[in-house]
Structures are given as structure tokens and as C-alpha cells.
């Protein structure tokens, strides 16, 4: 009841973008709220995105290498699937993590405003508790950082259970007979991987010819197969055109995307994962002149959006929808709102795609560097000649490293097997430090590790690869 009523920065979102905001401007020594509605902090990132959906990548892949390939190094175990516990386990960890953010803020000294946020006019943010009662806060400073949800697919309504979201697939009390997933994306295939390996039969509907959406085409191409032979089913360059709810599941009628003959196809779950759209329902962003763009976005120069003292970050404006897109976003505005200097290159967020084995990249694809006429060396380095990857039985993808014809300046890197989550963050650093494909060629890296994977493919764009 004591907290200032006046702020330096009131923060409205609690997400990745929000709660790095607050808690950097708090290391600040910036007088800073963060509003979050939900009932825990963490926004989409902790609660129903990133988080659970890695514990159940991590749980389903020991469950699946548990039954398959566990037999074969020697550890005979027949698994049974506990899905109730599962789901717990992934409850525990969730909690724990948006405890950590309350913890944070205290430290920080952020003030957590519970309720809905609204800006009210310059300078003003109103919040609505839960028990309908507004207070009127004053902000010297407001950062729009209310981030995103799905994307609903015209003629396919969501309904309980049967056609659902990313949220409704993080906690399906049972595991689908035949799950259908609309869109070959990142949330279709990590959240569609998930469900296979634990006993679904999963048929993919996408309505390009490549899964992945901005990966590289041979990335995607390898991608794709890696999931099938994994048991996954690919109807491409399909459209949906309508879903029926029968009985037992749902019947969608698709069609070829270049048209021809409609057909139905049968499932008892159907996951709309055709991408998300930024998120600003009842924000009173009329009331400080702000126009979203067409698509919802809210736009900004520097983080500043039109309106004077009002700024924005994360997925409810432009840029990759990812979280650590956010917090790179959250730190850079909350640095400039205290007159330092903050930036963010969009072209060296990392993206990754948490399947088994990964997919991650950094900086241009190939496609994009030909569409840009810039003339590139490649150098490429498959892990069934890394020992590491051969030796646990993970050989499958490549390495793939882009730099310029003339310069050697790396331009983009690839990475389709075990860990290129972790392997792509070299690629990142380099890039950062406008370092050459020889920068990573001459740098000793550890033995065995798939980091030579790196490293070798590096040295093949000067063809000099030593151990393929
Ligand atoms: P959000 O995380 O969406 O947070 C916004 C918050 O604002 C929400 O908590 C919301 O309740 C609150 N809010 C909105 N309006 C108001 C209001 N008026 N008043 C008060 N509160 C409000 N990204 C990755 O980088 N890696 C991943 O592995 C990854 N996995 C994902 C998996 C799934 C299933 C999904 C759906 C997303 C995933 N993402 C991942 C994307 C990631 O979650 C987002 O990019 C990230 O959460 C964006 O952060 P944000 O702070 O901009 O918005
Ligand atoms: P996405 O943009 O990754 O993929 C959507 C896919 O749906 C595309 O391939 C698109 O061509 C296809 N599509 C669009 N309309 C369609 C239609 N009508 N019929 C069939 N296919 C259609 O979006 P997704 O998977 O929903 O994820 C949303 C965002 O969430 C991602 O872009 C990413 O920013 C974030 N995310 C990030 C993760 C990570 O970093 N590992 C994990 C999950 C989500």
C-alpha cells in the first residue's frame, strides 16, 4: 500500500521482455513497476511457451531413446509412460521459475502490479485488480512489453480438448491417437515431436513446400527427412479449408495449396500452430495516438514508439518472436530510457528449434545471400564424421558455415544435430566480433566434442577440413 505512486518506468507485460525491463532497470536504480495480469510472472516464455514445452522435449526424448535405443548400448529398461507425473514434473520446474522472477523483482526493488494494465493518457497507467478495483499510476517512462498468442485459423474454431493451441498442448490429459498439426513451424514440430514419441500418430499440414518456416532450405530439406524416418507425416503444400467436429475427433477437409480435389483426414486432436500475433487487446494505446501497423504490431524507432515517454519490446512489436529477441529488446530500451547507449542487431538472434537432433541457426541463409546477390564460400561438415556424435550414437545433420567470397567475413551458420542450441552461440560471438570463418578455423576446440563440428566446417570453406 506504501509503494510510490509515481515511477520512472512502469513496464506492462511480465514476460521475457517485461521482467528483464524491470529488473534492469531496477539494477538501474530506476524507480520501475512491471504490470503483469496472470497470475505468475514469467509471461508466455515461463508459464506456456519455452519452458514447459522444453521439459516435455526433454522427458519425451528419454522416454522414446529409453524404449529404442537404450537396448542396443546396453540397458535393458522397458519404459512406462506416467503422463500425469510428467506433466508435474513439468508443473514443479515452471513454478519454480516464476517463483525465481518474484524473487528477482524483490531484489530489484520492482513493485509487481497485479491486474491488467491500460494505458490512460500520457504518463499514465491504470491497472485493474482482479476484484475490479483501478489505481492510476504516473510513468515518466511506460514500455509496452505485452508480448503475443496464437494465431487462429480462419474456419477452424478452437474448441476443448479437440482443436487446440501450444497452451493446450502442453497439458493434454492423454496421449492423442492421431494428432494433426496445422503448420510445419517451430511449435508444430517441437510440440508435434513431443506427442509422437510418446505413442500419437502425428500427421503434419503445411501449407508451403518447406517445414520450418525461415530455416535454410537444405537445412529444411534434412530437417523434414530426419522427422519423418522418425515416424512423423508430412502432407505439404496443403491448405485447410474447414474442420467438423464428429464424435470422436475432428475432421478436416484440406486441399493442395495450388488447388485440385478436397479430401478429409481424420484425428482425435488437432494443433493449430500457424504462428502468433502480437498481442494489445484493450491496451488504451488510442489514448497516446499509437496505431498498430496492419498486422498489430506496434512499431518503434529505437524502441520509442510514437508517442512521447511510451516504448516498446518483445513479440508485440517487430523482429523474431523469440525471448531472448525480447530480453536483448528489454535491455536496450531500458538502457536508452536511462541514457545510455542500447542496441539490438536482429541479424545475430540465434533461432533454434528444440527437435532431436536441433536444428539452430545464425545470420543470412543461403537463399537469402543469393536473393541478395552477395557472393559467399560454404563449408560444410556432417557429425557422422564427428567422434563425439558417432561414438553416443548421434550422427545425424551437418554443419554448415557461410562466409564472404572476398573477405571471409562470416555471414551466416547452420546447424542440423546434437546440441546446436549450444554449438550456434560460437557462431553468434563471431559474428558479433565481425569475425572471419578463419577465426573459428584457427581457434583450438576441445577433443572430443561436437564443437569440431564447428570448427571443421569453418576450415572447410577454405577447404581445408581435416577429419571428414
Ligand atoms: P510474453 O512472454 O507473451 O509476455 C507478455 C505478458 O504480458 C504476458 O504474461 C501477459 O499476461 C501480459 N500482459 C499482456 N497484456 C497485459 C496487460 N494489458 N496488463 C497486464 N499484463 C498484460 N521462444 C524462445 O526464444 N525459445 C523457445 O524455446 C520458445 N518456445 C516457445 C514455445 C511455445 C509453445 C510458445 C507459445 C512460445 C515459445 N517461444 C520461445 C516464444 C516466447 O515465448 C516469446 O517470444 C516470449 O515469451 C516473448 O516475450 P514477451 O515478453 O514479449 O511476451
Ligand atoms: P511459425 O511461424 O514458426 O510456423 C507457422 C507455420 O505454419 C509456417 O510453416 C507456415 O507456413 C504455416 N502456416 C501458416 N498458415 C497456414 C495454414 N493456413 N495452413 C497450413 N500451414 C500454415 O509459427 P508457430 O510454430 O505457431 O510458432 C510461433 C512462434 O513462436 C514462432 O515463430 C517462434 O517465434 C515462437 N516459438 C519459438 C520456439 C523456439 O524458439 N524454439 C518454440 C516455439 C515457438
Known amino acids: 500500500a506504501d509503494a510510490p505512486q509515481t515511477y520512472d518506468v512502469v513496464i506492462i507485460g511480465g514476460g521475457p521482455g517485461g521482467y528483464n525491463a524491470a529488473i ?13 495480469m496472470r497470475s505468475t ?34 540397458i535393458e529398461v522397458k519404459p512406462k509412460l506416467n503422463l500425469p507425473q510428467m ?36 504518463g499514465k497507467v491504470e491497472v485493474e485488480a482482479a476484484d475490479g478495483s483501478k489505481t492510476t499510476y504516473d510513468a515518466k517512462n511506460i514500455i509496452i512489453a505485452t508480448g503475443s498468442e496464437p494465431t487462429p485459423l480462419p474456419g477452424v474454431a478452437f474448441e476443448e480438448g479437440k482443436v487446440i493451441d501450444s497452451t493446450g498442448a502442453l497439458f493434454l490429459p492423454k496421449v492423442p491417437k492421431h494428432m494433426i498439426v496445422i503448420g510445419a513451424g517451430v511449435i508444430g514440430l517441437e510440440l508435434g515431436s513431443v506427442w509422437r514419441r510418446l505413442g500419437a500418430e502425428v500427421t503434419v499440414v503445411e ?35 474447414g474442420a467438423k467436429s464428429v464424435k470422436d475427433g475432428v475432421e478436416l477437409t484440406v486441399e493442395p495449396a495450388a488447388g485440385g480435389a478436397a479430401e478429409t483426414i481424420k484425428g482425435d486432436v488437432v494443433l493449430v500452430a500457424i504462428g502468433r500475433r502480437p498481442y494489445t487487446e484493450g491496451l488504451g494505446l488510442e489514448t497516446v495516438g499509437v496505431t498498430p501497423d496492419q498486422r498489430g504490431f506496434v512499431g518503434h524507432d529505437h524502441f520509442k514508439t510514437s508517442a512521447p515517454g511510451v516504448w516498446v519490446i518483445g513479440d508485440v512489436t517487430h523482429g523474431p518472436m523469440l525471448a531472448h529477441k525480447a ?3 528489454a535491455v536496450a530500451a531500458v538502457e536508452l530510457i536511462a541514457g545510455k547507449p542500447g542496441h539490438v542487431d536482429y541479424d545475430l538472434v540465434p533461432s ?9 541457426w545464425v545470420g543470412k541463409t543461403e537463399e537469402q545471400l543469393k536473393a541478395a546477390g552477395v557472393a ?50 560460437e557462431a553468434s560471438m563471431t559474428m558479433a566480433f565481425g569475425g572471419s570463418s578463419e577465426d573459428i578455423a584457427r581457434t583450438c576446440h576441445p577433443h572430443p566434442t561436437r564443437s569440431e563440428a564447428v570448427r571443421q566446417a569453418a576450415m572447410g570453406v577454405d577447404g581445408w577440413t581435416m577429419q571428414a
Open 87 to 122: 506433466h508435474k514434473a513439468k508443473d514443479d520446474s515452471v513454478e519454480a521459475l516464476t517463483k525465481g522472477i518474484e524473487f528477482l523483482f524483490k531484489k530489484n526493488k520492482v513493485d509487481w502490479l497485479k491486474g491488467r494494465g491500460r494505458i490512460a493518457g500520457q
Open 352 to 360: 533454434v528449434i528444440y527437435t532431436t537432433p536441433e536444428v539452430a
Open 207 to 241: 501449407y508451403l513446400d518447406k517445414v520450418g518456416a525461415g530455416m535454410d532450405a537444405e537445412v529444411a530439406t534434412a530437417f523434414q527427412r530426419g522427422l519423418a524416418k522418425q515416424g512423423m507425416t508430412f502432407r505439404m503444400g496443403t491448405k485447410v479449408t
Open 327 to 329: 530480453e536483448e529488446d
Open 41 to 74: 510472472l514469467g509471461g508466455t516464455c515461463l508459464n506456456v511457451g519455452c519452458m514447459p514445452s522444453k521439459a516435455l522435449l526433454h522427458a519425451s526424448e528419454l522416454y522414446e531413446a529409453a524404449g529404442k535405443d537404450f537396448a542396443g548400448i546396453g
Open 376 to 425: 559467399y564460400k560454404k563449408g560444410k561438415f556432417p557429425f557422422a564424421a564427428n567422434s563425439r556424435a558417432k561414438i553416443n550414437h548421434e550422427s545425424d545433420g551437418f554443419v554448415k558455415v557461410l562466409a564472404d567470397a572476398t573477405t571471409d567475413k562470416l555471414l551466416g551458420v547452420h546447424i542440423y544435430g546434437p546440441q546446436a542450441g549450444e554449438l550456434i552461440s
Open 24 to 36: 534492469r532497470a531496477g539494477q538501474l536504480g530506476l524507480k520501475v513497476a512491471c504490470v503483469e
